[in-house]
């Protein structure tokens, strides 16, 4: 066995009765001396201008829940639930994670983004928020271990056919998900950052829906069905929504607003995204008018190669005056779609904010 698999990984694994051929995909993924540990330093505080890294974290990544997690599946004793019209077909949890080798980098991001931990939506209704009040919007990118839902259904011997597919999990969530983008965007994850997936992000599998907002990425997946007819509502009243496509959003993540600069500059950092389309250009201009097109508009460097599906991390130097600087962001997609000013109050789920982030920073 490679080393790059620790002994408490093995031991991991094992307890959760996941056989070793299973393990056997991960030896060759780099950096998975502790693929099993769940404890991970933290990001270090930012500093003026330090871009976020490319790759969250575990333990920063953010996690939303509308009420208590699941208990933890004994995966020796149970199996994922596939259907088609014709049949169905239990797999076991130990197959899947066989199958599921190839990775993908993909970002989440919440439908709510924009929202502080004080407008959240209400706790009162058993929601549960982690790794919310450091950033603008509750947003991050992973390596994710997963396997396409086309290919899922190709081998256990199913057909995967429309309208829909539906997803069920064990948090009593459920989703419809066009049959053309399944086959384009709809991956199962088993693993996340070169470890086994975290219980609170969805063990042993949850969904990525590529390009949508997270409440389309079921977490604790238990089954999935293909040729389903899609319902009128989903169970907890919310209206019932096929598809969740993130809007163009740009957002600065260093230095904080209400922060001081002096200098007469600032070195700026953030993060753009726009779910199936690639950034274009991040533009940051003084005032308070949310106008890209101002005249002293700044347009930022982009750090990463633009992706679709994954966001692009930006910096930027302004200059700034004594006292008060009004400055706002905002990011242009491939397609030719901005970033947009929303107006006050939570946006109906799942149409996002989109939004350009506007902070203050005292120039001293």
Not at 115 to 133: I, K, Q, Y
Not at 203 to 219: E, M, T
Request: hydrophobic share 40%; aromatic share 8%.
């Amino acid at each position: 066995m490679s080393k790059a698999l620790s002994r408490r990984a093995v031991l991991e694994a094992l307890a959760l009765g996941i056989p070793l051929r299973a393990l056997l995909p991960l030896a060759g993924l780099p950096g998975l001396a502790a693929c099993g540990d769940r404890r991970e330093a933290l990001v270090e505080p930012l500093g003026p201008g330090k871009p976020l890294p490319y790759i969250t974290p575990r333990g920063e990544f953010f996690q939303f829940t509308r009420g208590k997690l699941p208990s933890p599946l004994d995966l020796a004793e149970h199996s994922l639930l596939l259907k088609d019209s014709q049949r169905q077909v239990l797999v076991p949890w130990a197959q899947v994670l066989e199958w599921a080798t190839a990775e993908f980098e993909r970002t989440l991001i919440c439908d709510g983004h924009g929202f502080e931990m004080t407008s959240l939506p209400p706790l009162s209704h058993g929601h549960v928020a982690v790794g919310w009040d450091w950033r603008f919007a509750p947003i991050g990118t992973a390596r994710w271990r997963a396997i396409p839902i086309e290919e899922l259904f190709e081998r256990a011997g199913l057909a995967l056919t429309g309208p829909f597919v539906q997803a069920r999990a064990r948090d009593d969530e459920d989703w419809f998900y066009p049959i053309d983008r399944v086959r384009d965007e709809l991956l199962l994850a088993v693993g996340m950052n070169g470890g086994l997936l975290p219980h609170e992000h969805g063990a042993p599998a949850r969904l990525i829906a590529s390009g949508d907002y997270g409440l389309a990425s079921l977490k604790w997946v238990s089954a999935l069905r293909s040729g389903a007819e899609a319902r009128v509502a989903r169970d907890y009243a919310f209206p019932m929504f096929h598809s969740a496509p993130v809007k163009p959003i740009a957002f600065a993540t260093s230095p904080r607003s209400g922060e001081s600069a002096g200098g007469g500059r600032v070195l700026m950092s953030g993060v753009a995204y726009a779910g199936r389309e690639r950034i274009q250009e991040v533009s940051i201009w003084r005032g308070d008018a949310p106008d890209a097109e101002h005249a002293d508009a700044v347009a930022a460097q982009l750090l990463d190669p633009s992706k679709r599906f994954v966001w692009s991390r930006w910096t930027a130097e302004l200059p700034i005056e004594r006292g008060r600087n009004v400055l706002n962001i905002s990011c242009l997609d491939r397609s030719g779609r901005f970033s947009t000013v929303q107006g006050g109050g939570a946006p109906e789920e799942p149409d996002g904010w989109g939004g350009v982030h506007r902070i203050e920073l005292i120039g001293t």
